[in-house]
């Protein structure tokens, strides 16, 4: 056990509300803190065990996550702007609402993790592991998801516009009525896919794998409309 600004840091410690914003807890044992509306801005939480861990509306923007256990730890609402996410596993983790604008998440776990309605723009997310996750309704404009596994994903009404998915393993994921409009798919395994009423305008198909695929209304990368 640590003692932070007179707040004691441990496994299941009660830090609602907490200032903790800068400062260090790498490794740091918080698995099932609970940290809702905790102000961790910057803190550096490498290597932590935050499973199970309660997050919600808390701040962390800028903060260094690299490599964290945050399997199904509550992140509604949080703020992960700018964070370093990279390695971390969040599998099954609740993510609905969370902003994780420009958020680094290069080999990150997101496994069935809930990203409903979350913003992911500009995010880094080469080779994460999206199996299952849920992006309902997502905002992942301009994310660079290049080489990502999204395997069965629910990206249903989600937001793509010029998302780099070069690469990514889209099989079998849910498309519908989402805005890919000039991503780039290139090499992309589609196989499976749902794009019924999906916008694909400008978007780069080249090389990419649509085996089976649901087009059906779909706006198509030269602005004509699949039967």
Not at 76 to 101: Q, R
Not at 117 to 146: D, H, P, V, W, Y
Request: proline residues 0%; negative net charge; hydrophobic residues 45%.
């Amino acid at each position: 056990m640590i003692e932070v600004n007179g707040h004691r840091i441990e496994a299941g410690a009660e830090l609602s509300g907490a200032n903790l914003a800068g400062a260090t807890l790498l490794r740091s044992d918080l698995a099932r803190a609970n940290l809702t509306l905790a102000d961790l801005s910057g803190v550096n939480l490498g290597y932590a065990d935050l499973t199970g861990a309660t997050l919600t509306n808390a701040n962390l923007n800028g903060a260094d996550l690299t490599r964290a256990d945050l399997l199904y730890a509550d992140l509604t609402g949080v703020t992960l702007a700018s964070a370093n996410l990279n390695g971390v596993d969040m599998k099954g983790a609740d993510l609905t609402g969370a902003d994780l604008t420009e958020a680094r998440l290069t080999n990150t776990w997101l496994i069935k993790a809930n990203l409903s309605g979350a913003n992911l723009s500009l995010a880094i997310m080469n080779r994460t592991n999206l199996t299952e996750a849920i992006l309902f309704k997502a905002n992942l404009t301009q994310a660079n998801l290049t080489y990502a596994d999204l395997l069965y994903a629910d990206l249903s009404g989600a937001t793509l516009t010029n998302a780099n998915l070069t690469g990514a393993n889209l099989k079998g994921a849910d498309l519908l009525c989402a805005n890919l409009t000039g991503a780039n798919l290139s090499r992309a395994n589609l196989t499976n896919a749902d794009l019924t009423g999906a916008n694909l305008a400008g978007t780069n198909l080249n090389g990419a794998n649509l085996s089976e695929v649901n087009l059906t209304g779909a706006i198509m990368p030269d602005g004509s409309k699949h039967d």
